[in-house]
């Protein structure tokens, strides 16, 4: 009977470590008021504003100038992956390589276009380096 159990115990959690997706999330930094909505692994998020694109791996939105989609997708390994976000009117657009630690997302631009956001009446770029967290 113990043995039972705790051949079930076991299989529960391996489960849920399986059912763990790094990279399906919604994060936030609060340092630059920044939402970033992903899902690596799949085209499954609907950008605000620009549905009749279809679902797509995601989007950044908050203090920035317009809303940024992910408009592809690689996932190196279970701690990396490079993104390239795109500007709402397709103008612009930016690599970035993400990465997660322990209880954060280091957002690191690579290459491409400087995110910008508005300050008084100026656009000023972000910083190239962004700390988000998970959503609470």
């Not at 990279?23 to 008021?33: P, V």
């Not at 692994?41 to 694109?53: K, L, Q, R």
């Amino acid at each position: 009977m113990k043995r039972n159990l705790m051949f079930l115990v076991l299989c529960v959690c391996s489960l849920l470590v399986f059912g763990q997706q790094t990279f399906k999330a919604d994060l936030s930094c609060k340092e630059e008021n920044l939402h970033l909505v992903i899902d690596l692994y799949a085209e499954s998020i609907n950008v605000p504003g620009m549905e009749m694109f279809g679902p797509m791996h995601g989007y950044l939105n908050g203090n920035v100038y317009g809303i940024w989609s992910i408009t592809s997708a690689k996932v190196i390994n279970e701690n990396n992956a490079l993104i390239r976000l795109s500007n709402d009117q397709g103008s612009e657009t930016q690599e970035v390589k993400l990465t997660k630690t322990d209880d954060q997302y280091i957002f690191e631009q690579v290459d491409g276009v400087s995110i910008k956001k508005v300050v008084g009446k100026k656009l000023v770029k972000i910083p190239k380096k962004l700390i988000f967290k998970l959503t609470e």
